[in-house]
C-alpha cells in the first residue's frame, strides 16, 4: 500500500512545460477514487447518524445532503485542474522546486477535498449533538432571554 502512494507522489524532474499537465492527469481517476471512496464512507456515516437516538422525522440523505458530496466531488475535479495550472507558473517562474511543489500540492488536494465531500457529515454530526444536548438540558432553567 506504501508503495502505491509512494508512486502516487514520485516526480521526475522536468523542465517541459506540459510535464505537469501529464503528470497531474495520470494521477486524476487514482484521485477520483480516494474521493468516491471517501463520498461513499462520508455517506454511510451520514446514515449511521440518523440511526442514532433522538432520531429526526426526516431522513436527511434524501435532500441536500447528497448534493452536497457530489457537488463536493465536482468542485474537487475543478480544483484538481488548478492544480497542474499553478504549477506550470510554478515551473515557469518558480524554477527548481516545482518538483517538490506538485506532489505536495497533490497530498494537501487530496486532504482537503476529503474534508470537502465530508462537510454534509460533519454538519449532521455536529447537528445530532445540538439535539443530544438540548434534550439533555433542563428546560425550566434557561431564561427565555438568553434565546434570543
Known amino acids: ?56 422525522d426526516e431522513y436527511p440523505v434524501e435532500g441536500l445532503a447528497v448534493l452536497g458530496i457530489f457537488l463536493g466531488l465536482a468542485m474537487a475535479n475543478v480544483f484538481y485542474t488548478a492544480g497542474w495550472i499553478v504549477e506550470i507558473f510554478v515551473l515557469k517562474f518558480g524554477g527548481d522546486w516545482s518538483v517538490k511543489f506538485g506532489p505536495s500540492l497533490l497530498k494537501t488536494g487530496i486532504l482537503f477535498s476529503l474534508f470537502v465531500v465530508s462537510l454534509p457529515t460533519l454538519a449532521h454530526f455536529f447537528y445530532w449533538i445540538i439535539r443530544l444536548v438540548a434534550l439533555a438540558a433542563p428546560k425550566n432553567n434557561i431564561p427565555l432571554a438568553l434565546w434570543r
Open 1 to 56: 500500500m506504501k508503495a502505491t502512494f509512494g508512486r502516487l507522489f514520485h516526480r521526475k524532474e522536468s523542465a517541459k512545460w506540459w510535464y505537469p499537465i501529464i503528470w497531474w492527469e495520470m494521477r486524476r481517476i487514482v484521485y477520483n477514487l480516494i474521493l468516491v471512496t471517501g463520498g461513499f464512507i462520508s455517506l454511510l456515516l451520514l446514515t449511521a447518524i440518523y440511526y442514532l437516538p433522538p432520531q429526526l
